[in-house]
């Protein structure tokens, strides 16, 4: 598992900044504070990783790395991501492992990196280097009635989740480890990875039933959606909204992850009822506790209180949970990362203002004005 990320002169951490990583890592913040600076880090060290993976049996050790495609990134070229006018190259470290990003003149879309690890002491740290990584982009794809099949498997639902559908499809029959099976309600113990997605999308979206299928000959796998109360056939994605669409890789994702490896995703609360993104933090606390290594981009306080909720119902060690406010002093107008401790109680020990303090604010604003009139 990975402790630590530091990273230098990338973005908005134009200074050495580190940042404490956990079982399960919690990014909060206003927009633009360094939040998705911070996954698209790690996305540019698993670039390397995976270079040192493609090049593992020659002496290759000079990587190109890209800033546009790969991993859904979307970086422009070297000469914007770099926040410092006196320090030419970024530096990124994951716990002992150092890598320097340098700008490459006919290349400007692409920065090379020397890489002095072998692949065995990468993997050896898991986390990051794992073999099977999976990334969510926080823009996924919404309903849809088809999805062209991937013939990678290594890349899981894809980065938007084009290729949910065929992975539940292929993985429907393969057995879910314990500690990742749906724990609320005992006649729910069917251990395939089917009935273990749909028992935790029911959970998080209730009433709701998945049906998938491969149609080779034409490449593309389908899938229909039911709501058994109303006794109807399987029906289109575009008949229930967003949110099937966008949690179903999120539980597909957790559920296969490697023991181990790292699973990412951004704002898994997207298109979520309240009770629906504490639920979600829930499902994610229980990977973590299960051996994934987990971070999380989030605005959403329910998502933190359903971790919370996860580590006091099934005793997660509060040092596991990593929870890092991302904000900007305006007296030096640097970027600052903060880690949030908690006790046993699961109890924050420190608030700082503009930590998922909305709804207090607003209803602090609501007496002011209800006094006035």
């Known amino acids: 598992m990975n402790r630590k990320l530091t990273v230098e002169n990338f973005k908005c951490f134009a200074q050495k900044t580190k940042m404490d990583l956990g079982k399960i890592t919690v990014c909060a913040g206003m927009n633009s504070v360094g939040k998705s600076s911070l996954i698209q880090s790690l996305l540019l060290v698993r670039q390397i990783y995976d270079k040192a993976f493609l090049y593992r049996d020659t002496m290759i050790k000079d990587y190109k790395i890209e800033l546009n495609g790969v991993y859904g990134l979307q970086l422009g070229d070297s000469q914007h991501i770099k926040s410092s006018e006196n320090k030419e190259d970024i530096d990124i470290n994951v716990d002992d492992f150092k890598f320097r990003l340098c700008s490459m003149e006919d290349q400007p879309i692409q920065m090379s990196a020397r890489n002095v690890y072998s692949l065995k002491q990468m993997e050896q740290e898991r986390g990051i280097f794992s073999k099977v990584f999976y990334y969510l982009n926080a823009e996924r794809l919404g309903p849809r009635k088809y999805q062209n099949i991937s013939t990678s498997d290594q890349d899981g639902c894809g980065v938007y989740g084009e290729n949910t559908f065929h992975f539940l499809n292929r993985h429907g029959h393969d057995k879910v480890g314990e500690g990742r099976l749906f724990p609320l309600e005992q006649e729910k113990k069917v251990n395939t990875v089917s009935k273990q997605a749909e028992y935790w999308m029911d959970y998080i979206i209730p009433g709701i039933e998945l049906n998938v299928d491969d149609l080779n000959e034409l490449g593309i796998s389908r899938m229909g959606i039911r709501q058994p109360v109303f006794d109807t056939d399987f029906m289109s994605p575009y008949n229930f909204g967003f949110g099937i669409s966008y949690i179903l890789p999120i539980i597909l994702s957790g559920l296969l992850a490697e023991e181990g490896?790292?699973?990412?995703?951004?704002?898994?609360?997207?298109?979520?009822?309240?009770?629906?993104?504490?639920r979600i933090g829930f499902f994610l606390a229980l990977?973590?506790?299960?051996?994934?290594?987990?971070?999380?981009?989030?605005?959403?306080?329910?998502?933190?209180?359903?971790?919370?909720?996860?580590?006091?119902?099934?005793?997660?060690?509060?040092?596991?949970?990593?929870?890092?406010?991302?904000?900007?002093?305006?007296?030096?107008?640097?970027?600052?990362?903060?880690?949030?401790?908690?006790?046993?109680?699961?109890?924050?020990?420190?608030?700082?203002?503009?930590?998922?303090?909305?709804?207090?604010?607003?209803?602090?604003?609501l007496r002011e004005l209800r006094r006035k009139n």
């Open 287 to 365: 990977m973590a506790k299960a051996g994934v290594q987990i971070v999380i981009e989030t605005h959403s306080e329910h998502v933190l209180n359903g971790i919370r909720i996860a580590a006091l119902q099934f005793d997660i060690d509060p040092e596991d949970i990593c929870v890092n406010f991302f904000s900007i002093n305006y007296e030096d107008e640097k970027h600052r990362v903060e880690r949030i401790e908690m006790n046993e109680r699961m109890e924050l020990l420190k608030w700082p203002d503009g930590f998922l303090d909305q709804e207090e604010q607003d209803l602090r604003r």
């Open 261 to 278: 490896g790292m699973f990412i995703v951004e704002n898994p609360e997207a298109h979520l009822h309240p009770a629906g993104q504490s």
